[in-house]
């Protein structure tokens, strides 16, 4: 008897959970029902017109008001030679429309969603400086459209767009550049349509951006309503300030050029005979440089004005092409030097010949004539034209001793003492180039910021 009201208990209770089931799903099934019959009364033929922009604020016939915000995905590129960038966003749009006001049941309908953009009223936004954009179709096209109960409508999608970023480019690779992302009515002015960005954080930007040349620094949102002769439009933009990163020109081309420049200096230091090595030297130095000059322009726009890699370039070429001259001027003063030591190699020659010629013929004469020597030699005789020098060597004063000079005199050759120099004058300058640029760019870019 006890084992029967413990079968029929159990019985009782399976049968219980079923109909519950039952109960439910018929429940979920009216729910499902009731949405389907709230959208085709608010969207049925002849009772919603998508053509007509909702009224205003508090239903009066004032400008629709449009809500908008973004949130940045990535940014993959920043081309400076198309003066571009690519941006991949989640842009979304809200405002109401009382005309789509519906019961919640209860607030168990939170929202409405739909996929079809083209059955309620949209704003006709775009974006003004883009110049290539696509939506995203895989699996299903990323975009919705939520319809609250007391008439908001708020619209998603993900859009990836190349937009044109104006660049000046006069302290590249030390600057700073802003690109901008405009959004603007195409055909509504403000008298029916006015854009604001939504209250409260109205841009996101993805953590962990990754920029391979660029780090973002900040962002900032304002407004940019145009006038043109058939009205005024309203438009939202969005400022980014990008910062180029500066290690990478420092390790490709900055470090490289001072090589270069530093190893063209070498030809001071190899002898002035060894012509073929400071030539080659110079002559590899000069188009190693001219051809990385070459290599920079190209990945740059052929812009006006001066860049700042141009004022470094261009003054590394200067002085690996002055150490080239300056071996035609040394190999020019070696060849001077050695003309003035055979001019005074056959004048010290005839010299001799002519003192040589002079003591034979005294001694001729002293051998025919026994006439005493006269106390006083006349004007012109060797010996007392020496003794003369050498009291106005003792009479002049003393000078001061130059230790420029005394340094220089150890260098007997004029071609040895323009390398002596070019070692300590080209290293200065160069070194108070570096003074100047990196003082220059550094503050200007603070100034600009």
């Known amino acids: 008897m006890i084992m029967g009201t413990g079968h029929c208990f159990w019985a009782i209770f399976y049968f219980a959970c079923l109909c519950s089931a039952s109960l439910a799903n018929n429940a979920n099934i009216n729910f499902r029902e009731r949405e389907k019959k709230v959208l085709d009364q608010i969207l049925g033929i002849g009772k919603y017109d998508a053509r007509i922009r909702p009224s205003g604020i508090n239903g009066t016939d004032g400008p629709a008001t449009v809500r908008v915000n973004i949130f940045v995905r990535s940014i993959s590129k920043i081309d400076d030679v198309t003066m571009e960038y690519s941006v991949q966003l989640t842009f979304r749009e809200q405002w109401l429309d009382e005309r789509l006001k519906f019961n919640d049941v209860g607030g168990r309908l939170k929202y409405l969603t739909l996929t079809e953009a083209n059955r309620v009223w949209m704003p006709d936004l775009f974006f003004s400086n883009e110049k290539e954009g696509h939506f995203h179709n895989i699996i299903m096209p990323n975009v919705y459209i939520r319809i609250f109960p007391f008439g908001s409508v708020l619209y998603s999608i993900r859009i990836s767009l190349t937009l044109a970023c104006p660049m000046n480019l006069k302290l590249y690779p030390l600057d700073r550049q802003v690109c901008s992302l405009r959004m603007a009515s195409y055909g509504w ?174 001694d001729t004469d002293s051998n025919a004539t026994f006439a005493m020597k006269p106390l006083v030699r006349h004007p012109g005789d060797p010996l007392a034209l020496e003794k003369l020098r050498q009291c106005e060597v003792h009479m002049q004063p003393p000078k001061r001793p130059n230790c420029c000079r005394s340094w220089l005199s150890k260098f007997p050759t004029r071609s040895k003492r323009i390398d002596v120099i070019s070692r300590i004058t080209f290293p200065l300058v160069f070194a108070l180039f570096n003074l100047v640029y990196w003082s220059t760019y550094l503050f200007r870019e603070e100034e600009e910021n």
């Open 189 to 362: 002015t403000t008298d029916d349509l006015v854009f604001l960005w939504k209250e409260g954080d109205p841009v996101q930007v993805v953590k962990n951006l990754h920029l391979p040349r660029f780090t973002l620094e900040k962002f900032l949102t304002d407004y940019c309503n145009s006038k043109t002769n058939t009205g005024e439009y309203s438009c939202l933009k969005v400022d980014l300030l990008f910062k180029r990163e500066f290690s990478y020109y420092l390790i490709q081309i900055y470090i490289p050029c001072c090589m270069l420049v530093i190893v063209s200096w070498v030809s001071f230091w190899l002898d002035q005979g060894a012509v073929p090595a400071r030539v080659s030297l110079g002559v590899t130095t000069l188009l190693t440089m001219a051809t990385q000059t070459s290599g920079i322009n190209a990945s740059l726009p052929p812009v006006s004005y001066t860049k700042a890699i141009d004022v470094w370039t261009g003054v590394c070429l200067t002085f690996v092409f002055g150490a080239l001259l300056e071996f035609a001027l040394v190999n020019y003063a070696s060849r001077s030097d050695l003309h003035r030591e055979n001019m005074k190699k056959k004048r010290r020659e005839l010299e001799q010949a002519s003192l040589d010629a002079a003591s034979d013929l005294l």
